[in-house]
């Protein structure tokens, strides 16, 4: 069976390496010109290190750990709180994107710098055109493309139908450490504004998250020196290391701008479309899970379709029901980062607090994962 997945991001890039797995032909279509763009580390907790495992990706994974070498120090430095770090296992996206591209590349055809214009089902499979290439069919098509899914917009309803805003926006940037603060930390709170720097690499570099609370924000998703200038203007007149970092964001080439915000559906299936990841269930960056629950709902995605022998409407019941207690678990994750934050607090739970017992662990094992492909890293990829 064939299947256009739209998005290579760590959702799209998952499904193809599964469903290539399980016998499919997968298609991935990415709007960027390359894979593997963003600044930003990512967590990876729970049953998404299981899904690696089955990848034998896992110790791939652990050793592009950028938090390995010391560099990141507990106590956040003399009277600067930690930042706490989201999940049991940090990664760069790229990196993570990086690995699952690599490991598909030579057995998944990627069209980059295109996207569905539209889509059109019929009883035998699903007519599909681009905004570039020439028409095509597939069997079926997975919606991976994030929070702004144009697939979902295509075929489910406009974006104003799903995306509830948390009230607060995100900016991730690299740059170079040198700004006299090694290790992680978080800055003197500013109200409603939040700082963190988490050097890496032994300090040899460092990304930063500016986080600040406000209202929906109209401006072109695609003009990154105006979500720049956002920022700025948010952080203006602010004291220590900021006026530093909005000159190192200035610069910045791998800078990634976005509202935290969540994506609530009835379903992820209108018959032979299906969608995934951020695009079907986003739990926002205060969740810190939305990478997990991408690698998750990619081999659950996959496993059913192939369980139902591509018998989509079953494998996509199926899948909705391994999935949705799971995702809710997740979003309440979110919405209770994003109450933290407003109440002044860091987004997420700091390990340290969690490990003395004053916290909460966090609530990842939710999902049991069944046996889909139990002796896939022995036979593939060869
Ligand atoms: C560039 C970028 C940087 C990010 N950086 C951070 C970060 O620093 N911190 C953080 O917490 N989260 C970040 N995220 C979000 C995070 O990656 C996701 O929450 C999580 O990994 C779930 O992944 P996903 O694959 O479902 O969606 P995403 O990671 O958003 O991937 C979606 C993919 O689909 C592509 N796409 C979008 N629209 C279309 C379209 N119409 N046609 C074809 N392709 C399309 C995008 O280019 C992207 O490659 C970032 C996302 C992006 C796109």
Redesign the pocket.
């Known amino acids: 069976m064939d299947v256009l997945i739209?998005?290579?991001?760590?959702?799209?890039t998952a499904l193809a390496y599964w469903l290539r797995h399980h016998g499919f032909t997968p298609t991935v279509?990415?709007?960027?010109p390359r894979?593997r763009?963003?600044?930003?580390?990512?967590g990876l907790r729970g049953e998404a290190l299981d899904v690696l495992d089955r990848m034998a990706l896992l110790e791939r994974v652990e050793a592009l750990n950028p938090l390995m070498g010391g560099a990141a120090r507990a106590d956040g430095g003399g009277d600067l709180p930690a930042v706490a770090f989201?999940g049991d296992l940090q990664i760069l996206?790229g990196e993570l994107?990086g690995l699952l591209y690599e490991a598909t590349r030579q057995e998944v055809e990627y069209v980059l710098g295109?996207?569905?214009a539209t889509v059109e089902q019929d009883a035998d499979g699903v007519r599909v055109t681009f905004e570039r290439g020439r028409p095509r069919r597939f069997d079926l098509v997975a919606g991976?493309?994030?929070?702004?899914?144009?697939?979902r917009s295509l075929v489910f309803g406009p974006r104003e139908w799903f995306v509830r805003h948390l009230g607060i926006y995100?900016a991730?940037f690299s740059l170079p450490c040198h700004l006299g603060l090694p290790g992680s930390v978080l800055l003197p709170s500013m109200p409603g504004k939040a700082a963190e720097i988490l050097s890496i690499r032994n300090n040899a570099e460092a990304h930063a998250?500016l986080h600040f609370t406000s209202g929906p924000l109209a401006y072109d998703r695609d003009d990154v020196a105006q979500h720049k200038r956002i920022v700025a203007g948010q952080f203006a007149g602010e004291g220590g290391p900021i006026p530093r970092l909005l000159e190192e964001m200035s610069r910045a080439e791998n800078f990634?701008f976005?509202a935290n915000a969540q994506v609530e559906m009835y379903r992820w299936s209108s018959g032979r479309v299906v969608l995934?990841?951020?695009?079907g269930y986003?739990a926002a960056?205060t969740s810190?899970l939305?990478?997990s629950?991408?690698l998750i709902g990619a081999y659950v995605l996959a496993g059913e379709l192939a369980v139902a022998d591509g018998e989509h409407t079953a494998a996509f019941a199926a899948y909705e029901r391994e999935m949705r207690g799971f995702v809710a678990e997740h979003q309440q994750m979110g919405r209770e980062g994003a109450d933290r934050f407003f109440m002044g607090m860091p987004i997420q739970e700091a390990p340290e607090m969690i490990a003395a017992g004053t916290r909460e662990a966090p609530r990842t094992h939710l999902v049991r994962l069944k046996d889909y492909a139990p002796s896939f890293a022995a036979r593939w990829p060869p």
């Open positions: 739209s998005g290579a991001g760590v959702a799209g279509v990415e709007r960027a894979v763009a963003g600044a930003g580390v990512v989201a996206r994107i295109d996207s569905i991976a493309d994030g929070l702004h899914s144009g697939t995100t991730t998250a990634f976005d995934l990841g951020d695009a986003c960056p810190g939305g990478s629950q991408a």
